[in-house]
């Protein structure tokens, strides 16, 4: 049969409901049992949206008190030691320790699951690793879906990629060798999930999609036949890449069926096609589960009936991934443009798609022809709209050429006369831009927003906030000021709600981590910048104090990957679009008489690509659209950069590309493990290594930043060094910041003490 299912859908409810059960609970507020409840309604709620429009089995193992891996981890009995919790009775509020910490066990460790903004907890592989009982809330979730009467599918993320996400801690000289202890606890769990007659399980293994070695691809064989006796029928998932590479490995593999992403590997259908076994079905996702864009129903139609014809009733219609990754329910939005809303699909709209396709796949369409049409519409009106597309826009990027990406002059020559015109001393010590957002400054942007204080006044506020960073700043004794950000609620929204090309929605909330949600702005069309966006805080800032202020930032690349962005062209001509409005930004802020520019790019690295073999062409467009916004300045003005939480060491010729003046960047955490690449790399601009974690309310002493100041200092030229905490200081009170950045101070002053005036360089 033909059946029509997802690979999971988002769990935090349309109204964010889960979310706020979650902090309610953790708060005390409401006891456990009423968490459960909160949780049993939202499972029943989109099994029965699945059941409603049509789809052939219900996804059940999508939902998770936190996260999905940290849940598999408590199906499979096996928890981090260090927190001597026994996995055989594990407890929720445990659970919740497992993903939280408390006073005396730091938290699992989270980092984002494969290129998705969603992030994970980091399985902890030691040599005493054991897989043993583990808690049944998987069953009795399986149990509660059986007994509302869906036909059940049970989703787990698979033993290969388990492992390959996590972490080896201890004594474990590769994550295989846990393998034989793993597979047992999954033959166990997947035994039980039969005993409750569920049909079908789907194992989510999508470390296929990256680059893997001989040892891990041999590994696949082994374990799924180990499994498959015990199991209900297994469908084996893959998505986020093509895996047209291991299509004969998989079409061997002793599972019933594979799923396969067909949003962003269109190509490999023809590969699977071509000989595919007689006793498997092929899932084939045509639904974008990482876009809120309407599938073009001829499209994925198109793809299904070249499948059909081979495989007759043993295609299965899906979403590319786990809805996981959009929003739930278009329906809430009220105030979106309806053009733009006509554009749309979220995860429930995304359902209907689904269902129609299948409804309509290698057969007549006349059933699903009110769906075509208004796919048809929709796609005709995206096309032709007047929102979209700009020609000025076109010509204008059109008209760039290479020397718009190249600074007048070489970072040798722009120093000299940097340091003539800025006049700071050795080590200048600044911040990274944001200030505590205090419960005032939100009070006031909500009145704003609501329309109960007007413009003037809201302004007023601001500039009240910049007078007062100011002031504190220079009581500091901080070299380089800011403003502080105040008028900023969220470093993407604050810029796209100020450019054409950009919508936003009320509800559109994805999950981040835990109970944290993110709402992406929706890149629909050409962008561009009607007016300035930040150049009179600057400039009023900067009327306050002689020293420098820096203008403030956010860089093209992260502004595209934290937005659902266009399908309609690539990316890279999305991100040149932004980076053009930036730069006209850029240069205002010049005009206004502004020193020094940050341009933040925290997401740089997210953008790459899973498979090393496309990183080079990812990495020379994004440093591309870097450049067309820095580039345009004199050489006096000084272009710095910002990034933080990520992995940089392997992209550091493409950090250098950006020839960014001065770049400060998160290493306090790793106790500036990470300098040490830049060191070894040479890296040959100016560098401001991060002396304190801004995560946390702890005020470290200046002992302690001298401490990473030395470190700092054996891998990059003092001369070439500056001193900032790690990142922006948003989400800190003003007691500790105050107290911290104090420090700061201070210990840039003692390490410039040591150095013998007539060492110091020249200006
Ligand atoms: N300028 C931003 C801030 O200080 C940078 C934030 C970030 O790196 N994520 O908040
Ligand atoms: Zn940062």
Not at 330 to 359: S, Y
Not at 554 to 576: C, E, H, N, Y
Request: glycine content about 6%; charged content about 25%; aromatic content about 8%.
């Amino acid at each position: 049969m033909t059946a029509a299912h997802i690979l999971g859908f988002p769990r935090i409810g349309a109204k964010r409901e889960l979310k706020l059960a979650l902090e309610a609970y953790w708060r005390g507020e409401i006891p456990e049992r009423e968490l459960s409840s909160v949780g049993r309604g939202l499972r029943e709620r989109h099994w029965q949206c699945q059941r409603d429009a049509g789809l052939d089995l219900v996804t059940v193992g999508d939902f998770a008190w936190y996260d999905s891996v940290l849940q598999t981890l408590a199906h499979l009995g096996c928890v981090p030691g260090r927190f001597g919790f026994d996995p055989r009775s594990l407890t929720l509020p445990q659970y919740f320790t497992l993903a939280r910490g408390d006073a005396s066990h730091p938290a699992m460790e989270m980092t984002k699951w494969f290129d998705t903004n969603y992030h994970y907890l980091v399985p902890e592989w030691n040599a005493d690793t054991r897989f043993e009982g583990g808690v049944d809330w998987l069953l009795q979730e399986a149990k509660e879906a059986g007994e509302l009467g869906h036909a059940v599918k049970v989703a787990l993320p698979g033993p290969l990629t388990l492992l390959h996400i996590g972490k080896i801690k201890a004594g474990l000289s590769h994550k295989l060798d846990l393998l034989p202890r793993l597979v047992p606890a999954y033959r166990r769990l997947l035994a039980s999930i039969k005993a409750l007659g569920v049909p079908w399980v789907q194992i989510d293994e999508p470390i296929l999609g990256l680059d893997l070695d001989e040892r891990w691809l041999a590994a696949f064989r082994p374990t799924y036949e180990a499994l498959g006796p015990s199991s209900p029928k297994i469908l084996l998932a893959t998505y986020f890449e093509s895996v047209a590479e291991h299509e004969a490995l998989l079409k061997s593999l002793p599972v019933s069926g594979i799923h396969l992403d067909l949003v962003r590997g269109p190509q490999q259908l023809a590969a699977f096609l071509d000989g595919y076994p007689e006793s498997k079905v092929l899932s084939l996702g045509v639904v974008d589960g990482r876009n809120i864009w309407r599938v073009d129903l001829d499209k994925a139609l198109a793809s299904l009936n070249q499948a059909h014809d081979r495989l007759g009733e043993r295609l299965w219609v899906s979403a590319s991934c786990s809805l996981l990754h959009v929003p739930v329910d278009l329906d809430h939005e009220k105030t979106l443009d309806p053009e733009i809303r006509g554009w749309l699909a979220f995860a429930v709209q995304k359902l209907d798609e689904i269902a129609a396709l299948k409804q309509g796949a290698g057969r007549d369409t006349q059933a699903i022809a009110p769906a075509l049409m208004a796919s048809r519409e929709a796609a005709a009106s995206r096309r032709r709209s007047e929102r979209v597309l700009s020609d000025a826009v076109r010509r204008r990027l059109d008209a760039l050429s290479e020397r718009d990406t190249r600074r007048p002059s070489p970072f040798a020559a722009r120093i000299r006369k940097q340091r003539a015109r800025l006049k700071l001393p050795l080590l200048p010590t600044t911040t990274i831009g944001s200030f505590p957002q205090t419960p005032e400054i939100r009070k006031a942007r909500a009145a704003f927003k609501k329309g109960a204080v007007g413009p003037e006044e809201y302004a007023e506020a601001m500039r009240a906030e910049i007078r007062q960073a100011v002031a504190r700043q220079e009581a500091l004794g901080l070299d380089v000021l800011v403003h502080g950000e105040a008028e900023r609620n969220d470093m993407v929204e604050y810029f796209g709600e100020q450019l054409r090309g950009f919508a936003f929605t009320e509800n559109g909330w994805v999950q981040s981590y835990g109970s944290r949600c993110v709402k992406p702005p929706v890149i629909y069309g050409d962008v561009s910048r009607p007016s300035p966006m930040t150049v009179e805080w600057t400039r009023y800032a900067q009327s306050l104090t002689e020293k420098p202020m820096k203008g403030m930032l956010t860089g093209p690349i992260t502004m595209l990957q934290w937005s659902f962005v266009r399908d309609d062209q690539p990316r890279s001509k999305t991100a040149f679009q932004i980076a053009l409005a930036l730069r006209e930004e850029v240069l205002d802020i010049e005009r206004a008489g502004i020193a020094i520019i940050q341009i933040d790019e925290p997401a740089l690295r997210e953008g790459l690509p899973l498979k090393k073999r496309d990183w080079a062409r990812y990495l020379d467009w994004a440093v591309r659209a870097f450049k067309l916004v820095s580039s345009g300045v004199a050489d006096e003005t000084q272009i710095h950069t910002h990034m933080c939480y990520a992995e940089f060491n392997d992209i550091l010729p493409s950090i250098a590309a950006l020839d960014a003046d001065v770049i400060t960047i998160e290493t306090s955490r790793s106790d500036m493990e990470l300098l040490e690449g830049f060191g070894e790399f040479r890296y040959p601009n100016e560098i401001g290594p991060g002396v304190y974690d801004i995560h946390s309310p702890r005020v470290p002493d200046a002992g302690e930043m001298l401490k990473l100041l030395e470190k700092a200092e054996r891998v990059i030229p003092l001369e070439r060094l500056w001193v900032n905490p790690d990142c922006g200081l948003k989400t800190r009170g003003w007691p500790e910041t105050e107290a911290a950045l104090a420090r700061m101070v201070e210990a840039a002053r003692r390490m410039r003490a040591r150095v013998p005036q007539s060492a110091r360089a020249p200006a």
